[in-house]
């Protein structure tokens, strides 16, 4: 239980990372254009929210933790796209 609680001390930002929208990128990260018609990629939705964790667990800053996740979810959206996911 102590474990538990040592290991989860420096976490409280990660639930941030625990929703199921896709990251907005480039222009719709910024308001500038609506969010895209494509479907929610659940399994990229949770491969870049374990990339986000990850980034974040190993110190990274906000900023750079979203970038990890956006990126890591517009790869795999793709990936899953090419490849008939």
């Not at 870049?48 to 517009?74: I, K, N, P």
Request: aromatic share 6%; with cysteine.
């Amino acid at each position: 239980m102590i474990a538990a609680a040592i290991l989860l001390a420096g976490c409280g930002g990660i639930d941030r990372y625990l929703y199921d929208d896709p990251p907005a990128s480039g222009a719709e990260a910024s308001g500038d254009a609506p969010r895209s018609a494509a479907p929610v990629n659940a399994h990229c939705v949770a491969v870049a929210r374990q990339r986000a964790l990850d980034a974040e667990a190993g110190g990274e800053d906000e900023e750079t933790v979203e970038a990890v996740r956006r990126g890591t979810y517009d790869d795999c959206f793709a990936w899953d796209a090419k490849h008939g996911q």
